[in-house]
């Protein structure tokens, strides 16, 4: 049995606005879809014009960086086939960096209630 629980967050390179509109909607689908398929569960998911918030459960069979690098991997490629606009734009989807963070030192409440705020800023 196990509880792994992480507060993910990235950006697009250089921190542009492109997650917008129908780009965010596409993101939003091939998250979900690819959680679904990595077996984690996705507890909650702010998506700003600059950056991406996802709260999931995690197994101990998948290291964090691991999740990150298929989450940022596929949705890269995907909106970029999707969306020929943001390889003009960008010269890679995502910046190299992200947070990471468990639960361990505050409840899952506390980041649930945190990511929920980031959609109305």
Known sequence: ?????????WCPKFR???LEG???????ELLHAKAEALGVEILS???????????VTGTPT?????LVRHFK???AHELRARYPHLKSRLPSMWSRSYYAGTTGQVSDGVVRRY??????V
């Open 1 to 9: 049995m196990h509880s792994l629980q992480y507060h993910l967050m």
């Open 73 to 75: 991997g596929f949705t």
């Open 16 to 18: 542009r606005s492109v």
């Open 45 to 55: 998911l702010a998506i700003r014009p600059d950056h991406v918030h996802l709260f």
């Open 115 to 120: 990511i929920e705020a980031q959609k109305g």
């Open 62 to 66: 998948i290291a964090v960086n691991q």
């Open 22 to 28: 129908e780009v965010a909607n596409s993101l939003d």
